[in-house]
Structure formats: C-alpha cells, structure tokens
C-alpha cells in the first residue's frame, strides 16, 4: 500500500508517532474549544463524493458554532489529529484505506498503511491530544444475532475520558443489548432535550437515559463533576436526529431485516458488517437513511461544538 506524506504544516509530538495540525496545536495551548471528529465515516460509512461532502461540512459545523475542528485518522503510518482539507479528500478518496480500531493502531503506524479511526480509536488519539469533546454519528455496540460480537468503542467508552455527542448506537445493533453493556461499563448516558436515547435513523428507542440535558451548560457541570470525581469513561450525550430527517422506528426495522438477510447469505463477518449494512440500509430505503445520517452528524457537531465552548467558559 503507497504511503502518504502529507504537505500540511504540522507539528509533532516527539514522544509518539502522533502529529496534531499547527491549529490544533495552538488551541491546545491557549485553551480554546476543540471538537474531535472520526475519519471512518469518511472512509467506510459513506459513497463517494458524499463522504467529502460529509467531512468538510462536519469542520465548518464545528468551527460555525465556535470550536475547532479536529478529524483524526492515520496517514502513511503517523496518526494526525487535526486533518488538512487535502488529507480529508485522500481518506476520502484512496483506495485501501483500512478501518483502524484501538488495538489496530500498531499495525497501521509500523507498516505505514493508511487508515480511518472508528469511534474507538479517535477516542483514545483525542483523549491523548487532551481533547475533552468528540462528536460522531453513532457508536458501535452489541450486534444482533447469536454470535457474541461486541464493538471495541464500548470497551473505550467504559475506560476513556470523554464528552461523545451521537445519535445513540446504530440502529443496526442489538439496542437494549447495548444499552444494558454501557450501564454495565458505568457510562452516563445524557439524553440532549429528551429523556430516552435515539435510535439512530430514529428519534426514540424506548430505552431511558441515566439523565437529561436541555442546554451545553448543564452537560458542561456534569462534566466538571465527573472529572472532579476521577470517574473513568465517557459521557454519551446523545442527541436525537432532526425531526424533519429521522425516519420511522418501523421503516427502519423493516430495512434493517432484508439488510441482515443480505448480509447471512453473503457471508460478511466481523469489521466488515457495519459498513455493509449501512449500504444495504441506505438501498432498501431509496437513500433516506444517507439524509438522517447526514442530518445527524451536522447535528451533533454543532451541539459538541456548543458544549465545547461551554466547558471553556467554566
């Protein structure tokens, strides 16, 4: 796989194979609000030119609400937090681009590949970078079926101090399961200006959160109390997708079912499930869900965005 070498002015952090972009740097330095953002659904979440489209609307959601952006991935083996508009077209663009977990970074770094952070690993590259806020769509968790396979971001919500602003887990996953696996990993879960967590493409799930937040300044007090307590994890705010986007609990179960059945008779396992059916969900519903997903991301950007200046104002 060629390596890529980027041109953007970084600097770096001799004592990691990690880089953060100048602007992430001095904010960092002068304390101003920075919002992480995850680079696989640019890589693998989404088709081409709709992916970029994505990516460069996420940054000015995120700097429009007064924060800095920063889209994390790995380039020819270096991690970058705070990714060059250039670096975002190429993870949207090349060919090969692996999926990078957590536990996939070694790899990626000594063989030089290039890669897009799920929610796991932008995670932890953030928290490294001593950023407090990351926004994305939707975590991973439990998937549906009788195969055990469990998403590496709720071991990193359970252990990684963090605000994640999504629209809860993917609809695709086994949802009570996942919320049963974050209560037992002692993460707070927030509902934004509602008391249930999302479902995704829809706006409820029937499953309650641990709390409510209405505005950035009461997630920013529950994050201040958190971190004075030393507690570990995250907390997952979790936002509902616009009403005018989100679509029905049932159209969507509906998609989800033929999507499964696609994927049984296809064979597709492991890394490879959630992107698959996330197209198939997007065919069955004639691209709708590709709008909520859109819909939702610049959502939550700009309520991360909100919360991050909030935290610097305290």
Request: hydrophobic share 45%; proline share 5%.
């Amino acid at each position: 796989m060629q390596a890529y070498r980027s041109t953007a002015h970084i600097v770096t952090n001799i004592t990691s194979p990690v880089r953060y972009s100048a602007e992430v740097h001095a904010a960092r330095a002068g304390g101003n609000p920075i919002v992480a953002l995850e680079s696989t659904v640019i890589a693998h979440g989404l088709p081409y030119p709709r992916n970029l489209e994505v990516g460069r609307a996420l940054e000015g959601a995120v700097r429009e609400n007064g924060a800095l952006p920063a889209t994390v991935g790995v380039l020819g083996g270096t991690a970058v937090v705070g990714m060059s508009d250039a670096e975002i077209e190429h993870i949207a663009t090349a060919a090969g681009v692996l999926k990078l977990s957590t536990r996939d970074l070694p790899v990626a770094v000594a063989r030089e590949h290039n890669g897009a952070t799920t929610v796991a690993c932008t995670m932890w590259l953030a928290h490294k970078a001593g950023i407090e806020v990351f926004a994305t769509g939707g975590i991973g968790g439990v998937h549906r079926g009788e195969l055990p396979d469990v998403s590496a971001d709720l071991t990193e919500l359970g252990r990684t101090p963090m605000i994640v602003v999504c629209a809860g887990a993917k609809a695709i996953l086994d949802l009570p399961a996942t919320r049963e696996a974050l209560e037992t990993a002692g993460v707070l879960t927030v509902g934004w200006r509602t008391d249930e967590m999302p479902a995704f493409y829809s706006r409820g799930s029937g499953l309650a959160t641990d709390a409510r937040a209405d505005t950035a300044e009461e997630v920013a007090d529950l994050w201040r109390v958190h971190q004075a307590l030393a507690l570990p994890g995250a907390l997952l705010l979790c936002a509902p997708p616009p009403e005018e986007d989100a679509l029905s609990t049932d159209e969507v179960e509906r998609a989800i079912a033929r999507a499964l059945a696609a994927a049984e008779r296809a064979g597709i396992r492991g890394k490879e499930i959630t992107p698959f059916l996330l197209r198939a969900v997007a065919e069955e519903t004639r691209g709708r869900s590709l709008n909520a997903n859109f819909a939702l991301l610049r959502n939550n950007a700009r309520i991360a965005a909100g919360v991050a200046v909030a935290l610097g104002r305290g």
